[in-house]
């Protein structure tokens, strides 16, 4: 307890007893104990670089964000919480936001974090590359004095929205000293991150394992409690379940385990499973129709094909009731833009194919058409699901080509060459809707080559007038009904079925206490974390 | 003797051209490529992103013309830069190599005497229960896929009796001094090396109880008993030098397939080897990597093979004449 002044301690005890009212566990009566060492894995592989300016995917966001951090965090509660800004306000117009930012930031080398390096992210980093479309109305960003910035829009720009985007994957901040004038993708840099964050990397043994060290020097006196972070890497979830067992791991996001191990290894008490911090990085499963195809452009097919498919029997087989139905296009965790208002389509093979009779597809010599479908096989349930769905559609009477490609092949033949009649492929999305959920049914998200974008190729003026009015209504409680809005129409025109919403683990051993209290944990720095052995 | 390993080191700048060829052409049939998985790991829908990104990558370029800029760049020992891993490929190669030739090693040592073991007393004493133990033994894990064998082993020898880690290749932060980190890996190695090399060891002990009950037939076997020499010594002098031929000519056979079954087992013990990087590498595409694990890979093979057939001459000095 040495490194704590009493007052300090204080306080920081009062923010986890705070924060732990969302774990729930017995970790209120006591203070958070600092040091030691948390060996953390995840539900997937090894990342590419430690830190991806792009994005990257899941892998290196979860490595990057102990070093890097962000303006903004949004908690479980869905609340914005300051990280590096004190406060952003927006002018009356809405169309330029003042930045505060957090005094007395430095970053792992010692060099001052100030307002410039907010505007070179700005300009140079996130709208160029990681938050382009969230960004494309950005038009300058100034530093008015070296911990004040203004961002200037040419359209105004909803609160929820921008806060989204500073909190979101896209917005870590990184040093311009260190990447101003160099290419930031190919920056070598990227495999030893330099950062504001809790953690500093000590050293990446690729292939094993990233260790990092609690940064003396963070702006949060007495933040991180850990003195050590260590993120591992396996590639086969039993031997991540055999990890736990052995007591050589102490926390697993993003189903790190088989889950059927899951009942087994809780049973004990001496682990636990955690279904919160995950609302900001919903994933669903979909299944989509490929309008080019003369017979989708018909709107009954479409909804024919989604009432043969039972959700409730993919929830409890495939995902052994660790997903649900969806409810529309927006994820059901999603607590400020969900809504049940939506067309649903009931399991019904009856009614099925009575739509399809009455499209003009009656069953001709045993079949009534012949489909591709394409399962991206980059889950180990897509698998299944490719084999539930071909049998669903069969029972229709309709033939079914079914491939599950690897993943640069799923990528190519769904996003690239659209060369499927129906695909079977996952998102996810952020809170804010635009663009993560709206990109897959507007016109402007059809961009060939693109990834998980509109590759239904689906195009409605209606939709795209929604969803641009959304983008610049800044009172909220208009922007919720035009989500609303959206997801009705978009249920109704049926381009895409959302089948189930999943809903990701975290394995913890009960001694790890203050964990998932945001709403997209993975990506949180984890200062706050501790062990109470 | 020097003529053999010079003329060997001169097969294998051909061997490498062709694999280069052949694993370039077979990456390029496959579908997808880089381009795809980067852009879409990296969200990149911008189209202007998108062609500045083809430049990068070089994926804008004639195919013929990237194979011959990278049989150049190679010639010139170049194997170029990894975008996915933003850094050199001989660099990242570098970096997960000694850990895979550390298993292998291991495992090789493991198989050859487990197997060489078990064969010889199982031909000494041909159809008892040792016999039947022994070839029992040899089905079971040759039958046996080795990424189950490696899981059932972490069960009971790390979950249940705690004797080893579950995984990785040292313990995370424990700075001890050379000797101590020594014994560290090897403690983390006893359960991936031989997960991995009791596959090759029956097959081993299989070959070599085969090959030492030829030899017990052969006639300078009885004379060799007939001068009244102890049967130990008629065993390890005669029988067995004659009988190790075989399994040489193996060992230099499964070194190629033992990189792909270290592959399995790198997975399953979090080994930070080559084998899960070239896993990754043709998922997403990312041919430097591929080719340049592929090149490296083929050097260590043929490399290993000149010298089992140094090995060869040493066991058979009549090999040496032809």
Known sequence: MSRFSRREFLMTAAGAALASRFVGSAAAATGPKPGGTLTATWGGFEPQALFVPGGGGSSPYFTSTKVHERLLRLTVGLKFEPVLALDIKPAEDFRSYTIKLRDKVTWHDGKPFTADDVVFCAMDYWKPISAGVSLSALESAEAVDPLTVVLKFKAPVPEFFLKSVLAGKSGLVIPKHIYAGSNIITNPINNTPVGTGPFKVKEWVRGSHVEYLRNDSYWNPGLPYLDRLVIRWWRDPASRSAAFEAGQLDIGTFNPIPIPDIARLTKAGKIVAETKGYSNSAWVATVEFNQRREIFKKREVRQALMHAIDRQFISDTIFFGSARPSTGAVHSSNSIFFTKEVQDYPFDVKKAAALLDAAGYPVKGGSRFKLSLVSAGWFEENVKMGQYVKQAFEDLDITVDLSVPDRATSLKRIYTDYDYDVAISNNSGSIELIPSTTQYYTTDGIVKGAAFRNATGYSNPKLDEIVAKMTVETEEPKRIALAKDFDRLASIEAPILPMVDLEPVTIARTDVRNHSTTADFMGESWAEIWLDR | ?322
């Open chain 2, 1 to 322: 003797m020097r003529r053999i390993v010079v003329r060997r080191l001169a097969q294998i700048i051909p061997l490498i051209f062709a694999v280069i060829v052949l694993n370039f052409v077979l990456i390029h049939l496959a579908p997808g490529s880089l381009f795809d998985v980067m852009t879409s790991e990296q969200q990149v829908t911008d189209p202007a992103m998108l062609d500045q990104l083809r430049h990068t990558y070089g994926v804008d370029q004639p195919t013929w013309l990237q194979l011959a800029k990278y049989i150049w760049a190679v010639m010139r020992l170049d194997l170029g830069f990894s975008y996915r891993q933003n850094a050199p490929v001989l660099h990242v190669i570098m970096e997960q190599l000694p850990a895979t030739a550390i298993l292998m090693l291991a495992a090789t040592t493991i198989a050859l005497l487990v197997g060489i073991t078990a064969g010889v007393l199982a031909s000494v004493k041909v159809n008892t229960i040792w016999d039947n133990l022994i070839s029992f033994g040899a089905v079971f894990f040759f039958a046996a896929p080795s990424f189950w064998l490696g899981i059932m082993m972490t069960v009971l020898f790390a979950v249940k009796l705690g004797w080893f880690p579950v995984g990785g290749m040292r313990t995370i932060g424990a700075d001890h001094g050379a000797f101590a980190d020594a014994l560290d890996v090897m403690n983390h190695l006893v359960l991936p090396a031989t997960a991995l090399g009791l596959f090759y060891a029956a097959t081993y002990a299989r070959v070599m109880r085969a090959s030492m009950l030829e030899v017990f037939r052969l006639d300078f076997v009885r004379t060799a008993r007939a001068k009244g020499l102890s049967s130990s010594r008629v065993i390890l002098a005669h029988v067995m030098r004659n009988a190790l031929l075989p399994i040489v000519t193996l060992l230099g056979l499964q070194l190629g397939t033992m990189l792909g079954g270290s592959v399995v087992i790198e997975a399953v013990f979090s080994w930070p080897g080559i084998g899960s990087l070239l896993f990754d590498s043709v998922m997403s595409r990312n041919f430097p990597m591929v080719l340049g694990v592929l090149v490296l890979g083929s050097l260590l093979v043929a490399v290993c093979n000149a010298t089992v057939d140094l090995l060869y001459m040493r066991l058979d000095p009549r090999i040496r004449v032809r």
